[in-house]
């Protein structure tokens, strides 16, 4: 009769135990939520930046439009179409965005506020100043675009 040796009974586990697949899993877990929160926060910032620059160009917009008013103060009888007044403008947003954007659920509305003050009296000089207030949907905060110009009398 043959005994055998015990050295069968004695060798390690071949597989893994149920701690260690479940610390392989939590890496996992961890590194994917970790690329998911990257794009997420990604897409949310390029989102506000699309924004912003729009409401960037209906500042712009705003100022430029104040600005092309005739104004002569030299001219006989003096020329004046930008009178000092404050003006206000609503807009919808030019986003890119799917659907229809007059829906209230898509679009994206600005407020633009236009100013024109006297900054100066000899020269003549005058600020343009227009503040466009948008709304960013994802967090609801307000935010303010400006663009301030100076302009001399007959430019």
């Given at each position: 009769?043959?005994?055998?040796?015990?050295?069968?009974?004695?060798?390690?586990?071949?597989?893994?135990?149920?701690?260690?697949?479940?610390?392989?899993?939590?890496?996992?877990?961890?590194?994917?939520?970790?690329?998911?929160?990257?794009?997420?926060?990604?897409?949310?910032?390029?989102?506000?930046?699309?924004?912003?620059?729009?409401?960037?160009?209906?500042?712009?917009?705003g100022a430029e439009q104040a600005r092309a008013?005739?104004?002569?103060?030299?001219?006989?009888?003096?020329?004046?179409?930008?009178?000092?007044?404050?003006?206000?403008?609503?807009?919808?947003?030019?986003?890119?965005?799917?659907?229809?954007?007059?829906?209230?659920?898509?679009?994206?509305?600005?407020?633009?506020y236009v100013s024109i003050t006297t900054y100066?009296?000899?020269?003549?000089?005058?600020?343009?100043?227009?503040?466009c207030r948008w709304t960013f949907p994802l967090?609801?905060?307000?935010?303010?675009?400006?663009?301030?110009?100076?302009?001399?009398?007959?430019?």
């Amino acid at each position: 009769m043959r005994l055998q040796s015990n050295k069968a009974r004695n060798r390690p586990p071949a597989g893994f135990a149920l701690a260690e697949i479940l610390v392989a899993f939590g890496i996992l877990l961890m590194v994917f939520s970790g690329l998911i929160y990257g794009y997420v926060q990604a897409n949310r910032m390029s989102e506000w930046t699309s924004m912003s620059l729009a409401a960037q160009s209906y500042a712009s917009e705003g100022a430029e439009q104040a600005r092309a008013g005739n104004w002569s103060p030299r001219a006989y009888p003096p020329v004046d179409q930008t009178t000092l007044t404050n003006l206000t403008f609503w807009d919808i947003m030019d986003v890119p965005i799917k659907g229809n954007p007059t829906n209230s659920d898509f679009a994206f509305f600005v407020t633009n506020y236009v100013s024109i003050t006297t900054y100066s009296v000899n020269p003549a000089v005058r600020q343009i100043r227009s503040d466009c207030r948008w709304t960013f949907p994802l967090t609801g905060q307000v935010q303010t675009n400006t663009v301030i110009l100076l302009r001399a009398g007959d430019q």
